[in-house]
């Protein structure tokens, strides 16, 4: 098959199909930990725990940020940057599909996000970051301050589902991702029309 470049990338459709599929977009009636109701869920783990899902996403992500000259021309020294636990299947994915050369994850200690000690060292390279799903943005942005600390340039920036409430840039980086879906959340049972109707609830953990 011919590579074409951008058409590869799948329709958000497509992409929003492969989530239903796998589990990863959940229907229903859901309770976030902040008391917030919502009818979606979003649980990308579900996506990334087959092989041909996961590459599918990683790479369609991957040509986003291949598009782009300033990105392209200094492949492969970049770094690939994952906020969170459930960026790395993402990280990696993308690291593969760009034959980027380094890659580093932040984690959550004692409530703080911070990288494993000592991974500081060395020569940082210009940083992509990448997540599987950018929900308020609080975790870009504290992982872009992380970055900083490290010295690096942050280039890219992307998720598979970006929530449309969340920044679409940061530091001047536009975020990109496969599918901007438009989340409606209740903020209480109150005003939740799910409990109205009396559809049994299901509390996400985050
Ligand atoms: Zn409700």
């Not at 098959?1 to 929003?16: H, R």
């Not at 009636?29 to 996403?57: C, E, I, S, W």
């Not at 991702?177 to 049972?189: H, I, M, N, Q, T």
């Amino acid at each position: 098959m011919a590579a074409t470049g951008v058409q590869l990338i799948p329709s958000p459709d497509e992409i929003m199909q492969i989530l239903k599929r796998t589990g990863a977009f959940r229907e229903g009636h859901f309770v976030y930990p902040n008391g917030k109701h919502t009818a979606h869920y979003f649980q990308m783990p579900l996506a990334f725990r087959y092989y041909d899902t996961a590459r599918v996403l990683a790479v369609a992500l991957s040509r986003k940020f291949r598009i782009e000259r300033d990105i392209a021309s200094q492949l492969p020294k970049v770094a690939i940057i994952s906020p969170s636990s459930g960026g790395i299947p993402v990280a990696f994915g993308v690291r593969d599909a760009l034959n980027a050369e380094q890659i580093y994850w932040a984690e959550q200690e004692n409530g703080q996000r911070s990288f494993r000690q000592y991974v500081n060292q060395g020569e940082i390279n210009p940083c992509i970051i990448v997540d599987d799903i950018i929900r308020s943005g609080n975790a870009i942005a504290q992982t872009v301050e992380l970055v900083g600390k490290l010295g690096a340039p942050i280039t890219g920036c992307g998720a598979i589902v970006r929530f449309s409430a969340a920044p679409d840039a940061v530091e001047g980086v536009p975020i990109k991702s496969l599918v901007e879906y438009d989340e409606k959340f209740y903020e209480s049972a109150a005003d939740c029309p799910l409990c109205k109707q009396g559809t049994p609830e299901e509390h996400v953990r985050f």
